[in-house]
């Protein structure tokens, strides 16, 4: 838990908006964004998203462009250097594992890209990681979709996506927020009288799980909670989200997803800080999960 003076309890917290879409995702550059079909000015909310059956078990994509050379003049030419290997060897490449508690091994391989930032997104949500030395990423994400889709954003418009169908989601919920630097929040959740903290839980272990490097720029992070039972009412779930000076009287926008047997709903939130007299507190975000299955029969 962040250390704090006070706790600034807000029972109605956020507005919601209510719009058809994708989340919010505030993303390094507007590269990025486009690739990912968003708009960082754009807050929404979808209901149960049905998977891309034109989407193969596996697919990459390098994209770029080239300016209008005829516009150049007075150019000197000059001896330069280029990597010989073939341009299918740069390609990135995404493979998914699933296992039955409804977990996703992803694994990401950009020989051509190492030690770069990476966006890695879920089921509407966005984290951001880095590639090792020799281009390659592993991690793990709890399934928020049965039938699910990763996909991987490079700087430069390049792009890897992969599918997998997870199985362990029926009798599961589970429920995740995303927040981007430099604001700073804490998923809490109190169920059959314990109490779990993001920020408390090791990595790997508990029902609480922190995705998302912040040793890279413009970091984003998501954090997931695994609720122990599958009734949503026997948990109270909070935000914890920190007032300091960078982000006292400024409005962040956050996304939501709460998932039950692989089915989501999607929730764009926008949060308003209090101004910075106080700084060092924090502001309690409730009421945040949300059934998908009442909310499609509404």
């Given at each position: ?110 020989p051509c890209d190492p030690g770069e930032r990476v966006v ?127 982000t006292c009287g400024g409005s962040f926008p956050a996304t ?25 507190d924090i502001l309690v975000l409730k009421n945040l999960v ?9």
């Amino acid at each position: 838990m962040f250390g704090r003076k006070r706790a600034i309890r807000v029972l109605s917290v956020v507005s919601i908006a209510l719009a058809t879409g994708h989340a919010v995702e505030t993303l390094r550059t507007p590269a990025v964004a486009a690739a990912n079909g968003s708009d960082v000015n754009t807050v929404a909310k979808s209901g149960p998203a049905a998977p891309d059956a034109t989407l193969p078990p596996s697919a990459s994509l390098d994209a770029g462009s080239m300016s209008d050379m005829s516009a150049l003049v007075g150019i000197t030419s000059v001896a330069a250097t280029t990597d010989d290997r073939p341009k299918e060897d740069c390609a990135a490449s995404l493979t998914l594992s699933a296992d039955s508690s409804g977990m996703i091994d992803v694994a990401v391989l950009a020989p051509c890209d190492p030690g770069e930032r990476v966006v890695i997104r879920h089921a509407g949500l966005s984290f951001t990681d880095r590639t090792g030395a020799n281009g390659r990423l592993d991690l793990q994400i709890p399934a928020l979709e049965s039938e699910a889709m990763v996909a991987a954003y490079f700087e430069g418009s390049k792009v890897a996506l992969a599918n997998i169908s997870v199985p362990g989601l029926q009798g599961k919920a589970r429920f995740a927020v995303q927040m981007a630097h430099p604001v700073r929040f804490d998923l809490r959740a109190e169920e059959n009288g314990q109490v779990f903290a993001a920020n408390s839980a090791t990595a790997g272990q508990g029902p609480i799980v922190t995705l998302g490097s912040l040793a890279v720029p413009d970091p984003i992070q998501t954090q997931v909670y695994t609720f122990l039972g599958e009734n949503l009412t026997d948990s109270l779930v909070t935000v914890e989200v920190r007032i300091d000076p960078s982000t006292c009287g400024g409005s962040f926008p956050a996304t939501t997803v709460t998932s039950v047997d692989g089915v989501v709903i999607r929730d764009s939130i926008s949060v308003a800080l209090p101004l910075c007299g106080a700084s060092g507190d924090i502001l309690v975000l409730k009421n945040l999960v949300r059934d998908p299955k009442l909310a499609t029969s509404n």
